[in-house]
């Protein structure tokens, strides 16, 4: 009588909402996962690629993840590094991106010491206690879970601390930023450390699929015909990942070169390459990749 072991589901947290949800789909639709067509749907099973996703609060996700509750999860680097779990970081998702400063009333403050004593609202109570730790100060952090703005003209606070965009709501609100930087954060996925063998060897076939949707997002293909005496001013120019391919071509003397180059700078590459002699230069977009 034989026994039949079935590996248990990859568990992992997506955003259900907010500026990461529409982002983390994408990236995982294109990584091969199948993902919810109703937004109301707060679990989905991809039984094909061994995963179970669910649909979570942001800001919970790296607290289920650090309890063990969940194997792997995409949420903000700030969001992470507030909760406190004991999750890691393991991979930058290049989309989500924002910075978290300090601002006050303009001309009140003009460094970070200026906080000494001050009252500060944020949503994002660990991160700023944190910073004010490592800086030796010592302040009030007051906790907002909404638009902290407003809080200094009702009272709440002497000065805020938020993700920055384009800095218009705060000067609408009179306020402007100063200091360092206290945060730069962007999506990020993350796991849990002493995680079983089969659920680390999960995770490692879960990395890779994203990170190769990461890399043909910022590489192109490129294949051009060029003469061999050119060949190595040509490969000095697209190098490649590990080295181009290069193969023959029925024109004497010829030969046809294919090698990933990245997407941004890509037509100075061609330029250059025409500028040496090649030919049939073409750019391919690349659905996804392993390097």
Known sequence: MSTHTTTAPLRVAVPNKGSLSQSASEILRESGYRQREDLRQLALSDVENGVEFFYLRPRDIAIYVGAGTLDVGITGRDLLLDSGAKADEKLDLGFGRSRFRFAGPRGRFSEVADLAGARIATSYVGVVRSFLAEHAIAAEVV?????????????????????????????????????????????????????????????????????????????????????????AEAVAITPGVEGPTISPLRREGWVAVRAMVPRDGAQRLMDELYDIGARAILLTDIHACRV
């Open 143 to 231: 906790r907002l879970d909404g638009a902290v703005e407003t809080s200094i003209q009702l009272g709440v606070a002497d000065a805020i601390a938020d993700v920055v965009e384009t800095g218009s709501t705060l000067r609408q609100a009179g306020l402007e930023t100063f200091g360092e930087t206290i945060l730069e954060s962007s999506a990020v996925m993350i796991t849990r450390a002493g995680s079983s063998t089969d659920t680390e060897r999960a995770v490692e076939v879960f990395r890779r699929r994203i990170e190769g949707v990461l890399v043909a997002r910022s590489y192109v293909m490129m294949d051009y015909d060029i003469a061999e005496t050119s060949v």
